[in-house]
T-cell receptor, first 115, second 109 residues
Framework: EPEVTQTPSHQVTQMGQEVILRCVPISNHLYFYWYRQILGQKVEFLVSFYNNEISEKSEIFDDQFSVERPDGSNFTLKIRSTKLEDSAMYFC?????????????FGPGTRLTVT | KNEVEQSPQNLTAQEGEFITINCSYS?????LHWLQQHPGGGIVSLFMLSSGKKKHGRLIATINIQEKHSSLHITASHPRDSAVYIC???????????WGAGTKLIIKP
């Protein structure tokens, strides 16, 4: 069964460093999402991406964040200068949309720890 | 006021019991998702529904669009059902999910 994959599973970085979280969505999906979950809190929407551009973003997704689909398979989330409060689990998701289902398929997550 | 309210926040039950988790939301939606988050953190989509009722194995999800309410039921609960169950409506204007805080379910053998 197709699945969404994410790398790395755990990333430790120092405050102020740039990190790139990588996701490989399901191959025929059209809509891509990043969510985050701070430990002990609920999941929060960050950004959605469709047709090679951001379609929606939350207040959390400020200028420090960017997303990119550099090739036909990868979908990345970059945090330019990490802060302690960026420590969280980051989930990537994809959905087919259109004539496909809008059911979202989630990757296993990347745990980001900023020290 | 939260856009999504789930109840109860925590639920502990004995194996075999019938479980009901409720979700109320305030936004207009195109669909509502029920998701399961395992203790290890992984998220699995259980249901996506926009009307009526869906059943998958021992899980049943219902939605009443007029009342903006949905329920997730688990029949013949089992310890492996222990997880956090999250209700997440998807607004009519886009396909992002608005996440509830989740219901932590523990099923004791």
């Amino acid at each position: 069964e197709p699945e969404v994959t994410q790398t790395p599973s755990h990333q430790v970085t120092q405050m102020g460093q740039e990190v790139i979280l990588r996701c490989v969505p399901i191959s025929n999906h059209l809509y891509f999402y990043w969510y985050r979950q701070i430990l002990g809190q609920k999941v929060e929407f960050l950004v959605s991406f469709y047709n090679n551009e951001i379609s929606e973003k939350s207040e959390i997704f400020d200028d420090q964040f960017s997303v990119e689909r550099p090739d036909g398979s990868n979908f990345t989330l970059k945090i330019r200068s990490t802060k302690l409060e960026d420590s969280a689990m980051y989930f990537c998701a994809s959905t087919g949309g259109g004539t496909y289902s809008y059911e979202q398929y989630f990757g296993p997550g990347t745990r980001l720890t900023v020290t | 006021k939260n856009e999504v309210e789930q109840s109860p926040q925590n639920l502990t039950a004995q194996e075999g019991e019938f479980i009901t988790i409720n979700c109320s939301y305030s936004v207009g939606i195109s669909a509502l998702h029920w998701l399961q988050q395992h203790p290890g953190g992984g998220i699995v989509s259980l249901f996506m529904l926009s009307s009526g009722k869906k059943k998958h194995g021992r899980l049943i999800a219902t939605i009443n669009i007029q009342e903006k309410h949905s329920s997730l039921h688990i029949t013949a609960s089992h310890p492996r059902d222990s997880a956090v169950y999250i209700c997440a409506p998807s607004p009519a204007s886009n396909y992002q999910l608005i996440w509830g805080a989740g219901t932590k379910l523990i099923i004791k053998p």
